[in-house]
């Protein structure tokens, strides 16, 4: 059950994981876990790409995920390399569809999953941003898990997430505008290399939301 809920949840991810983004914007986002250490990571979410550049022990990580071309790059900009992973490629039956919000058809509140259970608990500001506030409980096994959410429906995303003794994530400094284009591209100069042997086979796929 555990594992269950991560997924369900991955479909109300931070980064927005249809190919149709109305809305483009950068932000800060910030990870807090239960005993108060922090993570902070910069994102850009362009038309269907998002870029995320976080630092960890004076190193930086840049990841790039490019849904309509069902590619994601990982780049280590200090000894300028990069990784890639390809999804299965495009097809004409694809349409595109827009992110969800819980109470819109085809979110996971709506679909009646045994077990999991939805409760808008109402409207708060959130880092200048008007969100709505969710909560997600989950039984199983005599199990429950609780999640908050606080969605932003413009830029249809939650702006904040608290999963209780566990951690806090939010986005703040969101600024709306059209991200320029290198920000998703690998850049010049830059050496491909093959994935760590110890990360083949994982079944990540381009656009999966970073754990």
Known sequence: MRRLFPIILLSFAFIPH????????????????AEGKTMTSKL???????????SHEGQTRISIMDKKRRIA??????????????GPAPSAQDKPSRPQVP?????????????????????ENINGRQTEKWEFITTQQGQ????????????RTPVRK???GSHVSELRDIREGTQPAHLFTVPQGYKKIEFPAREQGSGANPGDHPR
């Open 44 to 54: 850009y979410v362009g038309d269907g790409v998002v870029r995320t550049e976080t």
């Open 162 to 164: 608290e999963f209780p």
């Open 73 to 86: 790059w990982m780049l280590n900009p200090e000894k300028q390399e990069y990784v890639e992973r390809r």
């Open 144 to 155: 429950t898990m609780r999640a908050i959410f606080w969605f932003d429906r413009k830029l």
């Open 18 to 33: 249809a190919v149709a983004q109305a809305v483009q914007f950068s932000a800060t986002a910030v990870q807090t876990a």
């Open 103 to 123: 109470d819109e058809p085809g979110s996971p509140c709506q679909e009646g999953r045994e077990g999991f259970t939805c409760n808008k608990l109402g409207v």
